[in-house]
């Protein structure tokens, strides 16, 4: 029981890292080519 509560964790923490770091990358992206194109920030 414990291996399976241990490694649901593991998963569901890498998968949040994940999913942190690939909202961090659009969301620079996403700036960075409104900086470059000009558009007013919102």
Excluded: D, H, N, Y
Excluded at 3 to 20: H, N, R
Excluded at 32 to 39: C, D, E, K, L, P
Aim: proline share 2%.
């Amino acid at each position: 029981m414990q291996k399976e509560v241990l490694s649901g964790l593991l998963l569901s923490t890498i998968l949040g890292v994940i999913e942190f770091v690939r909202i961090f990358v659009w969301q620079k992206l996403a700036f960075m080519i409104m900086v470059s194109f000009g558009f007013p920030l919102l």
